[in-house]
């Protein structure tokens, strides 16, 4: 019988793994007056958990935001005392959480009570010297502490621990997988050590926060938000961080102040196009940024794509940053992801596994190019799992059926409504393992009719394609769109046959003898790209599915010949 959807992998990184928030790792965890992860021992309830996985996706959105907004990040000495720089810190209010990471120097995330003590301690910081620069007198939530004594200073206590802010190469992770017991085991492995941590999200609604308060110095209602892989459970440590500009609570306020005996509205520049105002406003933020933003650097404004935007580095976080406008069907994407990874915890090990996997073979790139996305990879994983028997996620149809009045929104002519309500989506009752899962996902698209068919997660079911694009995967919201339509058909044969080889390494493998031979095996075995791999196993792999397909070509190519001969003796 098939073990609950990861069995004991699962109860074995219990307490490492919290849906949906992407917790810290077992020995990432915070100071003394951390919250993010507690050892097992500590761990909520079962109730607890579920309570906190039935959170929706604006709540959690929420919460995120004004813990960012109560939050500062201090550059700080190379030689600290931590229970000293906490005292400090506490004479100007409550420490809820704090944490310490590397990044061009030690840098310390620290979260107030309440916002209150952020002003206090924005009147205890002086600003810097100008001797050597001249300073932009922006009063941020940036700081740098210095010892004044630094010689007198006796730095005493335990070393600080430093929260891990990009993942383990794979070469370690290789190791690690090796020693687990099952490939279902080796999954939860990866999505522990891939995951976003509780910390590491901290510091992306942070990074947002503080592009905000340069926003509002214009545009006082907005708010800048994050979105796609830094909110929607399936980001990876070292991602950049998608973030928007949003106006929605300026519409809200203009509809309170039409109360009265006046119809009353503010007097605002008219543009001719919302494109031409948005280009407007990421051209004055940018230049913002550039000219006054500390530690924002390298800014690119890139107003004439399809969707206009600004690059930039946030050094004091560390993150590759990309800020929008109000790209409200992006965010309806980011919450339907969500959705799907608090459903069930075989959803996201698989995803982290099926993209590690595509990333170590070169199936996909962090560049712009001609090879699937990461965004096109995971719509086809939960077109997978839509597909399975009994289904573990439902269809966007399905969801939308469930949906109330509330969850109902038509963006730009386009039907995006699904429920957010997780308690209203009833848990699937399939029961196959990720051992399971994994070699099927192989066998699937190993052998999809790309030719004719489609991707639809709307419907949840194969629809031939409505245009010769090798690869085609509905826009789940702006139908008349593939997301796929940069794929050319060389990376996309690729893929299958990658696919097709790894079905074929799962299903041979002695996993008994891999171990006695000390040999990769399961997922381990995957993750080695073909060219590192010794050439016996490389002859025995020829001789499965990946050898089928050019021995059908050369079969092809003598019955071509053959029939050609026939032609010509005719003659």
């Not at 097992?40 to 813990?67: I, Y």
């Not at 002086?126 to 001249?134: L, V």
């Not at 990769?520 to 050898?547: E, V, Y």
């Amino acid at each position: 019988m098939a073990l609950r959807a990861g069995g004991p992998a699962l109860a074995l990184l219990r307490g490492r793994l919290r849906l949906p928030g992407p917790r810290a790792r077992g020995h990432a965890r915070l100071g003394r007056s951390g919250a993010a992860a507690q050892p097992a021992a500590e761990e909520p309830g079962e109730d607890a958990e579920v309570s906190t996985r039935k959170k929706t996706f604006a709540e959690v959105q929420t919460e995120r935001l004004d813990q960012a907004e109560r939050t500062v990040l201090i550059k700080c000495p190379s030689r600290l005392n931590e229970k000293k720089l906490l005292q400090y810190l506490s004479s100007h209010g409550n420490v809820k959480s704090h944490f310490f990471f590397e990044n061009r120097g030690i840098s310390a995330l620290i979260e107030f009570s309440d916002k209150s003590s952020i002003a206090s301690l924005q009147d205890a910081v002086g600003i810097p010297s100008a001797s050597e620069h001249h300073v932009v007198p922006f009063k941020s939530r940036l700081f740098t502490f210095t010892l004044k004594n630094p010689v007198s200073q006796n730095v005493e206590g335990t070393p600080l621990h430093l929260s891990p802010q990009c993942h383990i190469p794979v070469k370690d992770l290789i190791e690690k997988l090796c020693l687990a017991d099952s490939i279902s085991s080796q999954m939860y492995i990866l999505l522990n050590e891939y995951q976003l941590t509780e910390e590491n999200i901290k510091l992306r609604f942070l990074a947002c926060s503080l592009v905000r308060d340069f926003a509002r110095a214009y545009f006082p209602d907005s708010t800048v938000k994050p979105f796609g892989s830094s909110v929607n459970t399936f980001g990876k440590l070292g991602s950049d961080v998608d973030m928007f500009l949003d106006f929605r609570d300026t519409g809200k306020h203009a509809a309170k102040m039409k109360k009265g005996p006046f119809e009353m509205e503010y007097q605002m520049k008219r543009l001719p196009s919302e494109r031409l105002a948005t280009q407007r406003i990421l051209s004055v933020i940018g230049d913002c940024l550039d000219n006054f933003g500390p530690g924002c650097v390298n800014v690119q404004k890139i107003l004439n794509a399809r969707c206009p935007l600004v690059k930039f580095a946030h050094q004091p976080t560390g993150f590759q940053c990309d800020l929008s406008v109000s790209n409200s069907i992006a965010i309806r994407s980011s919450e339907l992801l969500y959705i799907y990874g608090c459903l069930d915890s075989r959803v996201r090990a698989l995803v982290f596994t099926i993209r590690c996997w595509a990333r170590v073979h070169g199936l996909t790139n962090s560049a712009p190019g001609t090879w699937i996305t990461n965004f096109s990879l995971t719509m086809m994983v939960m077109f997978f799992l839509q597909r399975r028997s009994p289904p573990i996620i439902p269809t966007l149809d399905q969801l939308k059926e469930l949906a109330d009045e509330k969850d109902k929104h038509i963006i730009g002519g386009y039907d995006c409504s699904f429920v957010s309500d997780l308690r209203k989506i009833k848990p699937t009752k399939n029961t196959e393992t990720l051992d399971v899962l994994l070699g099927e996902f192989f066998e699937y698209f190993g052998n999809f009719d790309f030719r004719k068919n489609s991707i639809n997660l709307r419907k949840g079911k194969e629809v031939n394609k409505p245009e010769s694009s090798p690869l085609y995967i509905w826009n789940p919201f702006e139908q008349d769109l593939n997301i796929s339509k940069n794929v050319n058909q060389p990376q996309l044969e690729k893929f299958v046959a990658m696919a097709r080889e790894s079905a074929w390494i799962l299903q041979k493998e002695d996993k008994t003898q891999q171990i006695i031979d000390k040999e990769p095996w399961g997922l381990a075995a995957l993750l080695i790209p073909l060219g590192k791999s010794n050439s016996s196993k490389m002859k025995n792999r020829m001789k499965g599915i990946g050898s089928e397909t050019i021995r059908s070509l050369l079969d092809s190519l003598k019955l071509n010949n053959a029939n050609s001969q026939q032609k010509a003796v005719g003659k």
